[in-house]
């Protein structure tokens, strides 16, 4: 089982690609939130990927990027973006895909990233 955190402020997105990610079998959405803080309290909840907006910023993005990779059992993350030229965006260990990505690209990138 995959566990994922989806942080992203768009209620309507978030409950979206939640719906979508629940449909892939072996993938869980433990954790759906409109707030970048509630990823530091995954302790009680094991979280292998993370997806989160960009529209956080990229400061709060690069905060939460370093805290995760700096943790003993960190997770994976997946930078959600809106438009393809910020595809470009550099955010160090951090994979970046379109919030537009349909399930199969979703599916394929999050099995791909939990597999490294």
Known sequence: MIN?????RN???RKSLKTILEQVEG?????DSGDS????????NPVQVALIDIGFGREKCMELISEAYGR???????????????LKLDFGKAGIMLKSSDKK????????????
């Open 4 to 8: 994922i955190a989806i942080i992203d």
């Open 11 to 13: 209620d309507t997105h």
């Open 27 to 31: 993938f869980r959405v433990v954790l």
């Open 37 to 44: 803080s509630t990823l530091r309290n995954t302790a009680n």
């Open 72 to 86: 003993d059992d960190f997770y994976k993350i997946i930078m959600l973006v809106m438009f393809r030229d910020e």
């Open 105 to 116: 690209e979703f599916e394929n990138r999050i099995k791909g990233i939990v597999s490294v």
